[in-house]
């Protein structure tokens, strides 16, 4: 029996905000690289989930959400960031939510097509389709003068339907050895996804009050030897835009904000598998989201 060959290569997972792009990601790696929230744009930043199989591995592309809405540098930056991800990709994945295609779906299809990539339709969040029998009228419309590469209806959240999804998308990808080691889950260094996961609980706990008002900037990393393996000793600023969103940040008697960092200190030793002592403190930047200068500064990059 002839053993098939080894695929890998990059994918694009593009869609456009909160169809559950990250989730996705995370459940294709095994491991939470990518943070999630019910808040559209949570993911701000291109990052690298490595998802390793035996058949192949996919190096997924994770994008902020495609998204028409340019008014501020941050959204302008996300944007070219998601379409900057298309650049030496070897696939996409368009994720939609089930039941459901805007203007906004039409877009980012139509940049994947222009880059001339095949793509692959994932259709999100089926397990919250009551009525399932509206998903083949739903599927033959949007296909309808569409050229996917697959169609594959899942749950990122319930694992459901992924095998199919994977077997699809090796098949699009160069045959080739593996780009990464096997135990590798993302490009991100440590100090980024400890960042990442500050930022998580901010959208998780404050998404109503200030959905996009805040950014995590890591200012020290130290990894120390302790008698039970490794303490890291981590030290973030959160940066709101004015004085009245940090005594929001911090809450009544530091209560909100102690809160933040216990979980997000949580999230880490769980990530890292590590014991981490972890400070937190909140200043203020007028204007930090509408400046590219201060983007840059924060480690946003397009």
Known sequence: MTESPHRAGHVAVIGRPNVGKSTLVNALV???????????????????GIASFPEGQLLLVDTPGIHREQKRAMNRLMNRAARGALEGVDA???????????????LAYDALKGAGLPVILVVNQVDRVTDKTSLLPYLAKICEGRDFA???????????GLDALVKTVLGQLPEQPALYDEDEITDKSQRFLAGE????????????????????????????????GV???????????????????IGKGGERLREI????????????????????????????SDDEAALRAFGYND
């Open 231 to 249: 303490l890291l000793r981590i030290g973030a600023v959160i940066w709101v835009e004015r004085e009245g969103q940090k005594k929001i940040v």
């Open 92 to 106: 996409a994945m368009l994720v939609v939510r089930a039941g459901q295609w805007d203007d906004e779906d039409t």
């Open 30 to 48: 095994g491991a939470k690289v990518s943070i999630v929230s019910p808040r559209p744009q949570t993911t701000r930043h291109r990052l690298l």
């Open 150 to 160: 697959g169609v594959h209806p899942v749950s990122a959240l319930k694992r459901s």
């Open 197 to 228: 996961l500050v930022r998580e609980q901010l959208m998780r706990q404050l998404g109503e009050e200030l959905p996009y008002a805040t950014t995590v900037e890591i200012e020290r990393f130290v990894e120390e030897p302790s008698p039970k």
């Open 261 to 288: 960092g216990a979980k997000s200190r949580l999230q880490m030793e769980r990530l890292f598998d590590a014991k981490v002592f972890l400070e937190t403190w909140v200043r203020v930047r007028e204007g930090w």
